[in-house]
């Protein structure tokens, strides 16, 4: 079996960070929080999260909060709960969740609740079950569920379900592995996995599995290495983890590596990004390869934060 | 794809540039393969060459802001210089809260540099508002736009607030709309979630079935198609529901199967049409049959044994046709020995961890969920 290249991987993320010419930060300026989220999550898994400054990352955090409590991808720009999301994780990651003004912020994530229980992602209305996770996770990880009606938060995402057992981002919309985490997790969360058919739901995502080992987000699709977290992290948060091949799955991971210059592509042979490094290493994580911390699979954080979090409250 | 992007193709090889297929991976630049460099292209593809604002006499009046990247900024980073100096005004207009035909422009221009930036679409929608632009104009430059940018979010939002504002008489086009986008990606999350958006609000119904024939024609494959067609049968206000429609729906399924028995989404369809009711499925004659002619017919029966599977652990009994193509399999794979027919459920699960041994563990389990009675 190959090696999980975790000196090259760190490097690759330091260096996205910094690069000047880089082609990718340019265009993703406004998504630069997510970015942060993804690189440092993976730095602290793989044990290096101590390399960043992380009084520069958090006073940059706070320059991207709005005056509405939400915060943007990045300085300048308006609130999402996308945006919202990664920049709690990535003060839970440092410890940094005291700096909040936590009533703020999970006022403007309440605010985002509709009548039947959805959530859109900011105040121009796209509803997406990925935005019912993320005010769920962030809310949560703020101590502040009861800011909104989790009844009919459940609801709705249970009127997403689709009769193969899977979920989709709007009723009636396919099932969808990214689609079916954001549901799970947000049941995870507030207790609710006994509404589902885990059975179901378990062999829906176990034919996920293709030959070559990797897993693809839906039925007849091509494997790519974030399904290692999407699939698996379902799977695991439903106890059914052992319904795929754990060894081919490492394998598929390992074989996205850039062993030369670091990071993980989303299949064999493509450019990198640290999106894919961070799925493909916190997949790993999942499937407990060595010398990983393990990530909690509802919060998608490191179990050590998450533990911080809710046991010493 | 983004505006302005070329890739250097190598010398022997078609481009291989490959949309990502999770609708979050849209965040990602399209996808290179590894060794393939890219170059951004000067050229400003929407509106020819192009012109520095700094040099254009009605932007005189605009001082513009630089990106604040904070006092000690994490990331350092070197912009393109058009791409800088569309943003830097870009801000002044944002901070300066203008709402003109200028700014309007200039909101395309930063579109058109970087369609992600969902700031850059907010203050848009914003400046259309104030303006009380004509819609219809403006889903004609997302259509211009769209074709290179596919499974970009931002562009797909702005297209449903602009058709819930244009209301029903929007329907057809974004239906036709639609249908385009397929025929360059008939799975693309983000259009099926819009055209379903689209037939719930707005209407359209009349010729979806049809339509879904149509992709299904194209690839039966297609779960997406499969999908839509699950949603139409269930949901459409002309066809009378489920019922009236489960019988003729059966046939297509088995039709599909028959082409192509190891294809995932008619077996799973068959199983929605029942409302997952395995022993009133494979009571269908017809569906025992297709079962049967699988395994008969040749090594993609998976799905058929795993329907046969669920039957059995509630209560089917099958015929000896079905028995007698079961234990032919079983014989054919050189499996131990089993002694009675009445194991045919835990013969079935011995069939299934062999050909298909990535998910040997689930057939396992699935074997210790047998209820005595179908032993």
């Known amino acids: 079996m190959g090696e999980l290249e975790v000196e090259k991987h760190a490097k690759y993320i330091l260096a996205v960070e910094k690069k000047k010419d880089d082609f990718q930060s340019v265009v993703m300026e406004h998504l630069r929080l997510n970015g942060a989220y993804w690189g440092l999550t993976t730095l602290d898994i793989i044990g290096k999260l101590d390399a960043v400054n992380s009084d520069d990352v958090v006073s940059w955090i706070m320059q991207c909060q709005d005056e509405s409590g939400g915060f943007g991808g990045n300085i300048g720009h308006d609130p999402h709960v996308l945006y919202t999301l990664s920049a709690i994780q990535v003060l839970a990651l440092f410890n940094k969740l005291d700096i909040l003004d936590t009533e703020k912020v999970a006022n403007y994530i309440a605010s985002l609740q509709a009548d039947d229980g959805s959530f859109a992602g900011d105040i121009w209305g796209e509803i997406d079950t990925r935005f019912s996770y993320i005010a769920i996770c962030s809310l949560a990880l703020l101590h502040q569920l009861d800011k909104i009606n989790v009844e009919k938060a459940v609801k709705y995402i249970l009127s997403c379900q689709n009769v193969d057992g899977g979920f989709g981002c709007i009723p009636g919309g396919e099932s969808h592995a990214g689609q079916i985490f954001c549901c799970v997790g947000a049941l995870a969360i507030t207790g609710h996995l006994h509404l589902l058919d885990k059975d179901l739901l378990g062999w829906w995502l176990s034919e996920r599995q293709v030959k070559c080992g990797g897993l693809n987000g839906r039925p007849e699709k091509l494997p790519d290495v974030c399904y290692s977290w999407w699939v698996l992290s379902s799977l695991i948060m439903i106890d059914r983890i052992h319904w795929i091949d754990k060894p081919k799955l490492v394998q598929f991971i390992l074989d996205c590596q850039d062993k030369e210059n670091g990071g993980i592509s989303d299949r064999p042979d493509d450019a990198v990004d640290v999106y894919h490094t961070y799925f493909g290493i916190a997949g790993l994580s999942l499937l407990e390869y060595p010398g990983l911390k393990p990530i909690d699979p509802a919060y998608a954080l490191p179990v050590d934060v998450v533990n911080r979090i809710f046991l010493s409250s | 794809m983004l505006m302005g992007l070329k890739v250097l193709e190598s010398e022997n090889e078609n481009k291989q540039i490959e949309n990502l297929r999770s609708p979050t991976c849209s965040y990602i630049i399209t996808r290179k393969k590894r060794g393939f460099g890219i170059t951004m292209d000067s050229e400003d593809e929407v509106n020819g060459k192009r012109v520095p604002f700094s040099n254009r006499p009605e932007w005189a009046d605009i001082k513009p802001v630089p990106q604040d990247d904070g006092p000690n900024p994490v990331v350092m980073i070197d912009y393109k210089h058009e791409f800088v100096e569309t943003m830097d005004y870009f801000r002044a207009v944002y901070l300066a809260g203008e709402r003109t035909p200028r700014s309007l422009d200039l909101t395309r221009e930063a579109i058109s540099l970087n369609p992600g930036n969902y700031t850059v679409w907010q203050f848009r929608r914003l400046i259309l508002e104030h303006l009380n632009v004509d819609l219809h104009d403006e889903l004609q430059f997302m259509d211009q736009i769209a074709t290179k940018n596919p499974k970009n979010y931002q562009i797909w939002h702005h297209r449903r607030w602009i058709a819930e504002k244009i209301g029903v008489g929007a329907a057809q086009k974004e239906l036709e ?198 032993l």
């Not at chain 2, 385009?180 to 055209?195: G, I, L, P």
């Not at chain 2, 269930?234 to 009378?240: E, F, I, N, Y």
């Not at chain 2, 395994?295 to 795993?306: C, F, I, P, R």
């Not at chain 2, 234990?327 to 069939?351: K, N």
Request: contains cysteine.
């Open chain 2, 177 to 374: 709309f639609t249908r385009t986008t397929f025929s360059q990606d008939a799975k693309n999350y983000h259009a099926w979630s819009h055209r379903q958006w689209v037939l719930l609000n707005l209407g359209g119904w009349e010729d979806e079935l049809s339509y879904c024939d149509e992709l299904l024609n194209d690839d039966i494959c297609n779960n997406s198609a499969w999908n839509q067609r699950f949603f139409v049968v269930t949901k459409s206000p002309l066809l009378g529901g489920l019922d009236v429609v489960r019988d003729s729906e059966v046939m297509f399924s088995i039709k599909a199967i028959l082409a192509k028995p190891g294809n995932e989404s008619p077996w799973r369809y068959l199983r929605g049409l029942y409302q997952n009711n395995a022993k009133s499925l494979v009571d269908d004659p017809r569906v025992a049959s297709v079962c049967i002619e699988g395994l008969l017919g040749g090594s993609q029966y998976v799905h058929a044994l795993n329907l046969i599977l669920d039957a059995l652990v509630h209560q089917f009994r099958p015929n000896n046709d079905l028995k007698g193509a079961i234990e032919a399999v079983y014989s054919s794979l050189d499996l131990p020995d089993l002694a009675t027919d009445s194991e045919l459920a835990v013969r079935v699960c011995c069939i299934l961890e062999k050909v298909d041994p990535i998910r040997a563990s689930y057939w396992q389990w699935r074997k210790t969920t047998i209820p005595s009675q179908a």
